[in-house]
């Protein structure tokens, strides 16, 4: 049973990265007219693997300045949690008015693993900058690379999406920072589907995000259920792999 791909798999649903052709992203598109991202918000999520509950994961949204900042957890529990345990944390910073990510952090602890990892991204000098320390062993790692361009982050990018007019029929892509390398995102918007949770019944527009690269490339096939209105409220994701089905359901949405 494949426990540490379902810990993984916890938040790189959140990837969604897409089609990468080599190192020429297109523009970041801003926020659509009249949009707002979430300026105090957390959001809670149930995750069950196949049949099974898994987890939880929970993402609060604050307002800082010109910029708008997700801190996300995700955890394992239950029986999982007694067979593979998983305590992952990330942050990302990223400009409300143009979607620009500038950090995305990430802390995990995945049985034995834990790792810690920053990626910078510095417009002006026009690279984006790794650093990463494995916990266990002390090994560091820090890269550099090359970026064009406004891009979204592997957390952020799952709400950036929501700030997108959502057309049935109608893809859009968008630049991605994926460790040291830039992913080209395709967004399938497929169609409308009727989602019943335990806060209620939504309309929501179903999107398939695609990747041939990236860290979401061996994660199987991706859906996102957004709210059929001007949120764009992400109240359902699912991840289908070969050893099993990962799915997230809304069941918290407070203003705090």
């Excluded at 801003?30 to 959001?43: D, I, S, V």
């Excluded at 830039?182 to 989602?195: A, N, P, S, W």
Aim: charged share 20%; glycine share 8%; proline share 4%.
């Amino acid at each position: 049973m494949k426990i540490r791909a379902q810990a993984v798999a916890l938040f790189c649903i959140f990837a969604f990265a897409g089609t990468l052709r080599g190192q020429d992203p297109t523009i970041l598109a801003p926020p659509r007219p009249g949009y707002n991202f979430p300026q105090k918000q957390t959001l809670t999520y149930s995750v069950d693997w196949r049949v099974f509950p898994a987890g939880t994961a929970v993402i609060h949204f604050e307002t800082t300045g010109d910029r708008e900042r997700i801190t996300a957890s995700a955890y394992t529990s239950g029986a999982i949690n007694l067979l593979f345990h998983v305590a992952d944390n990330f942050q990302s910073d990223f400009d409300r008015d143009k979607g620009c990510s500038f950090d995305f952090d990430k802390q995990t602890v995945e049985g034995r693993r834990q790792n810690n990892s920053t990626l910078h991204i510095d417009y002006a000098g026009s690279q984006s900058i790794l650093d990463e320390k494995n916990m266990v062993n002390g090994r560091t790692k820090h890269a550099t690379t090359a970026v064009h361009g406004c891009l979204t982050d592997l957390l952020s990018g799952i709400f950036y999406a929501s700030s997108q007019p959502l057309v049935i029929g109608r893809n859009f892509e968008l630049p991605v920072a994926d460790a040291i390398r830039t992913v080209l995102v395709t967004m399938k918007v497929e169609g409308r589907e009727e989602i019943k949770s335990s806060l209620g019944t939504f309309k929501t527009i179903r999107v398939q995000p695609t990747a041939d690269a990236g860290v979401v490339k061996n994660r199987g096939d991706i859906w996102i259920w957004y709210t059929d209105d001007a949120r764009h409220l992400p109240v359902q994701m699912r991840a289908r792999l070969f050893w099993g089905t990962i799915t997230f359901r809304l069941t918290g949405n407070e203003s705090r």
